[in-house]
């Protein structure tokens, strides 16, 4: 069975809850996704690697001054990497 990395909670306060919420995280080239690739990743609670490669499928050819084709290339390697990892606990 594969190794998964471990979940850490960070105690954080309300006062932060209530500063992040009304400050949110919203680059241009995720804004027009829906549903923005955070809550995909959270919802089917991917790890490290599986969610940026979502993250970068997501985002290719959205973001200003980046190559769709360097986007993409990304995602490929967080997915070799995550092959890389299922291989060595198998």
């Not at 992040?20 to 089917?44: F, G, K, R, T």
């Not at 997501?58 to 990304?74: F, P, Q, T, V, Y």
């Amino acid at each position: 069975m594969p190794k998964q990395p471990t979940k850490f909670k960070y105690p954080v306060s309300d006062t932060q809850l209530s500063s992040l919420s009304n400050s949110p995280i919203e680059p241009s080239h995720y804004s027009s996704l829906d549903p923005q690739p955070i809550d995909v990743i959270e919802a089917w609670d991917l790890n490290f690697h599986r969610g940026c490669a979502l993250k970068y499928i997501a985002r290719a050819g959205r973001k200003s001054g980046n190559a769709e084709a360097d986007d993409l290339r990304k995602a490929i390697w967080y997915l070799n990497r995550e092959i890389a990892v299922l291989v060595e606990n198998t």
